[in-house]
């Protein structure tokens, strides 16, 4: 049973639009959150995070909203670029045993962006 | 300067042939992950080490194991591989505590034939 839900599989956006990535998650335990850009060939890497005390972060051109009522965050790109296209997965972090924390991650958001 | 090193990138091995992945790590992280990805699949959790502390989920396979003979390094055994176990096998580390982020390594891509 799927944790952390991505349902849109594919985006396409025009470049200097705002792109929204969606994503649900089900444990109202998880209090804090990632997300991840992969491009082909490369592993994961690390774009931006939020805690569940928050309900906005933002990063330059990159902001996470978090609606704990809902169980739903969303990462917006403003304006997108044509070097945002990737494939951007959302995690949970979540208790690993032992003091440790491990991320539970959705199946990913496709994004092209069109010039 | 690469960080998290996984070699090799592309490995072929045999159905029911033993298989080792390996990965290492210049960032003197405490934690190592293995985590295996299929295709349009999240990349899902097998195992990891804190330390030399050994935390397998519980939904990975017995085929599946795991060594770290030091910090710097992390072993994926699979003793008998399956054609399902095709799949892209990410390591990545952490310092550990919630908020610390984990460094994901390229990956390697297993091929069962």
């Known amino acids: 049973d799927q944790q952390v839900k991505q349902n849109s599989p594919s985006l396409s956006v025009q470049e200097g639009r705002i792109s929204i990535l969606n994503c649900d998650y089900t444990n109202s335990m998880f209090d804090y959150f990632l997300w991840y850009k992969k491009y082909p060939a490369e592993g994961p890497t690390f774009l931006i995070s939020?805690?569940?005390?928050?309900d906005k972060n933002e990063d330059g051109r990159f902001t996470v909203f978090l609606n704990k009522s809902a169980k739903h965050l969303s990462l917006h790109i403003v304006p997108s670029q044509p070097g945002d296209s990737a494939v951007y997965f959302c995690?949970?972090?979540?208790?690993?045993?032992?003091?440790?924390?491990?991320?539970?991650f959705g199946t990913g958001t496709r994004l092209k962006v069109l010039a | 300067d690469a960080m998290v090193i996984q070699n090799p990138r592309y490995q072929v091995t045999q159905f029911g042939k033993p298989v080792t992945l390996s990965c290492s790590q210049t960032?003197?992280?405490?934690?190592m992950y293995w985590y295996q990805q299929k295709s349009s699949q999240a990349p899902k959790l097998l195992f990891h080490y804190y330390d030399k502390d050994f935390n397998n989920e519980a939904d990975t396979p017995d085929n599946f194991q795991s060594r770290r003979p030091n910090t710097s390094f992390c072993f994926l055994d699979i003793r008998s591989p399956g054609l399902g176990d095709a799949a892209m096998y990410l390591c990545a580390t952490s310092r550990g505590g919630q908020l610390e982020t984990q460094y994901f390594g390229p990956g390697t891509r297993l091929l069962v034939l």
């Open positions: 939020i805690s569940s005390i928050k």
């Open positions: 995690a949970a972090s979540a208790s690993g045993g032992s003091g440790t924390y491990k991320y539970i």
């Open positions: 960032l003197n992280h405490n934690v």
